[in-house]
């Protein structure tokens, strides 16, 4: 059973771990929100000042950086930001996006793909950017009144949408971001269901929300065989949205929940799980035991939970178990 996917790999959820922090909680501020496109599919915010705070956090984002992540930090680099000091705040917006192809008979056909968009906040020296970008000779192209500067050797662009507000990714992502910004397309803020997940989790350090679609895909891979059952296939379409957050303070620490509407199905879930994490210590190791005995699974008023607690000593043995290798692939 897959059951740690949901705090190691839930959809893109790696390359937040890098970031869990003992601060305050991690919020984005409302022009950062405006900049999400209605459509978003997974948010991941993380408090980046904080997070060389943890030893054990350190070594997760070793062990699990994927390529995406490093290529945010090095397009940061490359903006001429001291990204240690000048970013406080560091979030992901996973969203779909339309794609048309047409074949060799001039025939169209109209798909989605997922891009990432990058959201920095903090108080950033401009001028000195700017500069930096001069010196470059790194030139700006308008999108209405927004300077979008590329990244050499990145494929990537950022926008400062205000003083403290960058976004960058590719620039499919970074427009669609601007047409939300601008109110040329719903954005993030006209999203009730991931606006009310967010108010339950970000006074956290980190954290993430994911619609409904995200869930379910989740869920597949949180279940791995027992996703194949016949109570799942039932229950899948009724779950509506997750959240879930994350830190280092005292151990490690983990929560997630799925809003499924209710109570048979957050029972069903529940049930599934439960009979997974149990097949799963049958063949693990000692460390893998330890951290699944960490692992609560409950259910409530139409929600079911995960909450997983172990130290820090635990949590790194866990670090080089085939469990844990096998899962970040």
């Not at 496109?37 to 060389?52: F, G, K, S, T, W």
């Not at 662009?157 to 990714?169: A, E, H, N």
Request: aromatic share 6%; glycine share 6%; charged share 20%.
């Amino acid at each position: 059973m897959k059951v740690f996917k949901a705090f190691q790999k839930v959809s893109i959820a790696t390359t937040l771990l890098a970031a869990a922090t003992l601060a305050p909680g991690a919020q984005l501020s409302g022009d950062a929100r405006g900049a999400v496109p209605h459509e978003v599919q997974q948010l991941i915010v993380i408090d980046y000042r904080a997070m060389e705070n943890s030893n054990t956090a350190m070594n997760l984002r070793e062990r699990v950086i994927p390529p995406e992540l490093k290529q945010f930090d090095e397009a940061l680099t490359k903006s001429g930001l001291n990204d240690n000091n000048d970013v406080d705040q560091l979030a992901f917006a996973m969203f779909r996006t339309p794609v048309t192809s047409t074949d060799a008979k001039g025939k169209q056909d109209t798909s989605e793909r997922m891009v990432t968009l990058g959201i920095a906040q903090g108080q950033f020296a401009l001028q000195d950017i700017l500069a930096s970008f001069t010196k470059q000779k790194i030139k700006p192209k308008m999108v209405r009144t927004n300077k979008i500067f590329p990244l050499p050797r990145t494929g990537m662009v950022l926008c400062f949408v205000d003083p403290s507000t960058m976004i960058f990714g590719d620039r499919d992502a970074v427009a669609k971001a601007l047409d939300a910004r601008d109110g040329f397309t719903p954005s993030l803020l006209s999203n009730g269901s991931m606006m009310d997940a967010m108010k339950t989790v970000d006074a956290e350090p980190l954290w993430s929300i994911l619609d409904q679609k995200g869930t379910q895909n989740m869920m597949k891979q949180v279940l791995g065989e027992a996703g194949s059952v016949t109570d799942f296939d039932s229950v899948q379409k009724r779950l509506q949205a997750s959240w879930y957050s994350m830190n280092f303070a005292h151990g490690v620490k983990f929560d997630l929940t799925i809003s499924t509407g209710d109570t048979f199905t957050a029972a069903t879930i529940t049930s599934l799980l439960s009979a997974a994490l149990t097949l799963r210590k049958m063949s693990s190791g000692d460390a893998e035991k330890q951290a699944l005995n960490g692992t609560q699974i409950a259910s409530n008023a139409g929600n079911m939970s995960i909450h997983f607690a172990t130290t820090d000593k635990t949590f790194n043995d866990l670090l080089k178990s085939p469990l844990f290798q096998g899962l970040v692939r």
